[in-house]
């Protein structure tokens, strides 16, 4: 399932997503939130919107901030988490619905950013699975469970460079990981592919070096 650009919403749409750009500008970013709710929930597949609704999540977190610390503090995300887990097969964009909720109540939370992301990597939406990893990595860089989740989704957007340099940043943390171990495995096959140095047949063992 491809992802979209603001170029491809309907007319109405793109309105208010100038609409929700205006009212970043003019230090108006609950608007911009409220806006950007509007248009995802008719294409949640539009990463560049998603985008525009994080810098406004973040920028009306930073104005409000004890109240935001305050919701935070007094309802626990976790069952939300754990219902979203178990729908990311079933049902990926119920899943990705709970993140979202969850992301409009503290746009900080790491545990709903990676739940975007494995909602978005279901449903084939590389970029938003990136933009969500990214995100929850920056905000938390010392895991190397998020590296390797950010990793895994830099090589299924085909940015196997990117997979390797975060994969080895993973095994950095913690050398003996296999999961990190086998992304950068993977990773380094994919940039060999890429740069079509990868013989045809024969055993693959040795042709990727870590």
């Given amino acids: ?5 603001i170029a491809s919403l309907e007319p109405h749409l793109q ?3 100038e ?26 597949d539009c990463p560049q919107v998603r985008r525009l609704e994080r810098a406004a999540q973040l920028r009306f977190a930073a104005i409000r901030r004890s109240l935001v610390s305050k919701l935070v503090s007094a309802v626990s995300s976790a069952p939300f988490i754990i219902g979203g887990n178990l729908k990311l097969k079933d049902d990926p964009r119920s899943a990705l619905a709970t993140a979202e909720r969850l992301l ?3 746009p900080q939370s790491v545990p709903a950013l990676n739940l975007l992301g494995q909602s978005a990597t279901e449903l084939g ?11 929850a990595s920056d905000l938390e860089p010392e895991r190397p469970d998020l590296l390797i989740s950010l990793g895994s989704a830099y090589l299924a957007a085909g940015r196997a460079a990117d997979a390797v340099s975060t994969a ?3 095994l950095q943390l913690e050398p003996e990981n296999p999961d990190a171990q086998t992304l950068l495995q993977d990773a380094l096959v994919a940039v060999t592919v ?14 990727a070096v870590i």
């Fill in 104 to 106: 409009r109540r503290n």
């Fill in 15 to 17: 309105k208010q997503v």
């Fill in 168 to 170: 080895r940043h993973a």
């Fill in 19 to 44: 609409s929700a750009r205006t009212a970043l500008e003019r230090g108006k970013p609950e608007q911009t939130v409220e806006l950007c709710a509007l248009v995802l929930a008719v294409h949640p």
């Fill in 194 to 207: 890429a740069e079509g140095k990868w013989e045809q047949g024969g055993d693959s063992r040795g042709k």
């Fill in 125 to 135: 939406w590389t970029e938003t699975a990136v933009f969500a990893h990214e995100t």
């Fill in 1 to 5: 399932m491809a992802e979209i650009t």
